[in-house]
Structure formats: C-alpha cells, structure tokens
C-alpha cells in the first residue's frame, strides 16, 4: 500500500449542503491530482441525510423532519437515512484508493479500525457487525456511508461525541430496527467534544491508514463552497488559514 500524506482541514459547524458542494468539487481535482489526499473533519449543524435508496422517503418525511429544525438532503453515498448534527465528528477523506492500493472493503474496514481504536481510549469496547460502523453492544456510536467516483472517495464516517441523542428518535438510523443509537459522551458518563477528539482521531487514523497527516488547519465555517475549495486546492490565500489552537 502506499504511503499517502493527507492534508487535515477543520471545517467547523457548517451546513450539509455547502460541504456537499466541497466535497464535488474537491472528487473531481483529486481525480487529476491522484497524488494528493485530503482529510476534512467537520460538525454539521443539524440534517438529515439519505443515500441512494432515497425512495423509501416522500415529501411527506422530508416536511416532517425539516418542520424539527433540521435540514434534509439527498445524498450519493451508500447507506439508508441518518443525522448529523453538532456534537458529532464527521470525517470525509478524500483521496484515491488506486493510488493507495487499496480496495472498497479493506478502505471500510480501515476506517471501523480507526474508530475501534479512538474507542479504547475511552475504555470502550467498540465492535463491528453486519451492518458497516462501530458499535457498542447494540447501540452504533460511529455511522458510516461512503463513495467512490473513479477511485476517488467522498463522504465517511460520523462519530457520536456528544450530540443531542434526541434527535435520532424521529427516524430509523440507518434503517436498521431493534437498535440503537449511542454517544462517548453517553457510554463514558463524561462529556467529551469534538475537539476534545481531533488529535486523537487523527492519530489513529495515521496509524491504521500507515500514512502521514499534516498540520491540521483551521477554514472559516462561513465561507462558500467555492471559496473553500480554492483555499484546500490552491493555498494561495494564508490569511484565512490558521493553525487550530487547542
């Protein structure tokens, strides 16, 4: 497999449709630029988010769950409906598995292995089972649903740290019944923020990916799709990057 470099952004709190946008824009200049991988770790403000079996949701559904506060978008990303929302880490990496040598699977079952091992941190016993993510006993802490264009994958994973577990109960996460649905902060008693997780995600995940990350960097929430994508593919405008400050 090789060595991959990864450039790490933080993104903030920031809207599901904005970061949509990025993260097209972002598949296809990886697409010519196989060499480079891009980690972007966010929070989103709160959305509800299906992937491609988006028929088994009407208009109906979608009314029902906007009128909560949330927004409610359609996804290319495999997997059933899920929520995203503050208090959770969301991670897109967006890099080339040919270059990686690295196939759909074993991609999926590295990404579980990062979680299972941020979990241990915490003294928790994360798991994986029939259905993609990492669980805790019966309840999912980390979802999963990702996508792969040309080689270049998008979307990723979203780990519970302490997000409003409330708003799970309109839905089926994930469209699997009999389960639930758990949080860090939930299974350790202890409140634990996405911040409080960065670092330590990132580690993990340089460790299990065997590759090398970089300096994570801070973009501006509020800026357009647009504008971000030049900032992560051009770098030509310092002044609205900075280094996170923990």
């Known amino acids: 497999m090789t060595r991959l470099v990864f450039r790490c952004f933080y993104l903030g709190v920031t809207r599901y449709k904005n970061i949509l946008q990025l993260q097209e824009k972002l598949v296809k200049w ?31 559904d979608k009314d029902k769950l906007e009128l909560l506060g949330a927004d409610f978008v359609k996804t290319n990303r495999g997997g059933l409906i899920t929520f995203h929302g503050p208090g959770q880490l969301v991670v897109y990496p967006i890099f080339s598995l040919a270059t990686a040598n690295m196939g759909v699977r074993n991609y999926v079952n590295s990404l579980e292995e990062v979680v299972i091992s941020l979990c241990k941190r915490y003294d928790l016993n994360g798991s994986r089972s029939p259905h993609t993510g990492v669980w805790i006993g019966n309840n999912k802490i980390c979802a999963m649903g990702i996508s792969c264009q040309r080689s270049v994958t998008s979307h990723g994973l979203a780990l519970n740290c302490n997000t409003d577990m409330g708003w799970f109960n309109k839905i089926v996460p994930c469209g699997i019944h009999g389960k639930g649905v758990t949080s860090i902060t939930e299974c350790t008693g202890t409140e634990v923020t996405v ?9 993990d995940f340089s460790d299990i990916f065997n590759c090398e990350t970089q300096t994570l960097e801070v973009l501006d929430e509020n800026l357009d799709n647009s504008v971000l994508a030049k900032l992560i593919t051009e770098k030509d405008s310092e002044g609205l990057i900075k280094n996170l400050v923990s």
């Open 195 to 203: 911040k409080d997780v960065l670092s330590q995600f990132i580690q």
């Open 30 to 60: 990886h697409q010519s630029q196989p060499e480079v991988s891009t980690l972007l770790l966010l929070q989103h403000k709160p959305v509800y988010t299906i992937g491609l079996r988006s028929k088994l949701y009407n208009e109906t």
